[in-house]
């Protein structure tokens, strides 16, 4: 913050101006601080994308594991289904033979 000027009317005539004494905050000391906070924030970011990314790529794959059990499953049930069908089918066409085999 920049000191305060008072001009006196004996200064005002001379372009002369009084400083007022305010306290100034020194940032001189706290640059090291400052630097290294700010290097220490820039590491945590960096260390947090990278735990994020980390994060994303295995929930991407739990989901892709998760979708494969989904389709395999669906695959089971599918066979399953077409080997009842199939196996009523024969069972029908076994009854048939028999019936035309006791005629």
Same mark, same amino acid.
């Given at each position: 913050?920049?000191? $305060?000027?008072?001009?006196?009317?004996?200064?005002?005539e001379?372009? #002369?101006? /009084?400083? *007022?004494? &305010?306290? %100034?905050?020194?940032?001189?000391?706290? @640059?090291?601080?400052?630097?290294? !906070?700010?290097?220490?924030s820039? #590491? !945590?970011h960096? *260390?947090g994308?990278? *735990?994020? @990314?980390?994060?994303?790529? &295995?929930?991407?794959? /739990?989901?892709s594991? *998760?979708?494969? /059990? &989904?389709?395999? !499953?669906?695959?089971? #049930? %599918?066979?399953?289904?077409?080997?009842? !069908?199939? $196996?009523?089918?024969?069972? #029908?066409? $076994? /009854? %048939?033979?028999?019936?035309?085999?006791?005629t």
């Amino acid at each position: 913050m920049a000191p $305060k000027r008072l001009i006196s009317d004996k200064n005002k005539e001379s372009g #002369e101006s /009084a400083s *007022v004494n &305010e306290p %100034q905050h020194s940032i001189s000391g706290f @640059t090291g601080v400052t630097l290294g !906070a700010q290097r220490l924030s820039e #590491e !945590a970011h960096s *260390v947090g994308s990278l *735990v994020m @990314t980390r994060v994303s790529a &295995e929930l991407k794959m /739990a989901r892709s594991l *998760v979708r494969l /059990a &989904e389709i395999q !499953a669906t695959l089971h #049930e %599918q066979r399953i289904l077409f080997l009842r !069908a199939q $196996k009523r089918e024969l069972e #029908e066409m $076994k /009854a %048939q033979n028999s019936f035309m085999s006791d005629t």
